[in-house]
């Protein structure tokens, strides 16, 4: 298991969090309608690009950001242009929200503005 924490202020943004695959993706969409989230609740799974990718209600410790411009989207937010979610406890942008109607349903934590407290017995 592993909380995700804010590598500026310490606090944590996830709660407990097993480590997953992303399930498949749900396959092709119609409309203007938000995929089902392709991370379980309660896991994550990592990013190549090193970053972290959550179920879209496990970050309760995130806030939107305060800035409207990176919260563009059609149905949702497309994450295109910046980090969307900011620690709700020191403002530091720490993940990119993704919920619109062409886009995967998740978030992303981003590499290095996060850190990992795991809390694994090995
Ligand atoms: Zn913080
Ligand atoms: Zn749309």
Redesign the pocket.
């Known amino acids: 298991m592993a909380v995700f924490t ?1 590598a ?4 944590p943004l996830t709660g407990s969090l097993r480590r997953a695959r992303p399930s498949a993706d749900a396959g092709k969409r119609s409309g203007h309608r938000t995929a089902p989230p392709g991370i379980t609740r309660g896991t994550y799974a990592a990013d190549p690009d090193g970053g972290f990718l959550l179920h879209p209600d496990d970050a309760p410790g995130t806030a939107p950001h305060p800035d409207h411009r990176r919260r563009n989207g059609c149905c949702g937010l497309d994450g295109l242009d910046g980090p969307n979610l900011v ?1 709700s ?4 942008e ?1 993940a990119t929200r993704q919920s619109d109607c062409w886009t995967p349903n998740l978030i992303a934590l981003t590499a290095g503005a996060v850190g990992a407290a795991s809390r694994d017995s090995r």
């Open positions: 804010c500026n202020c310490l606090l620690c406890a020191c403002g530091t720490v």
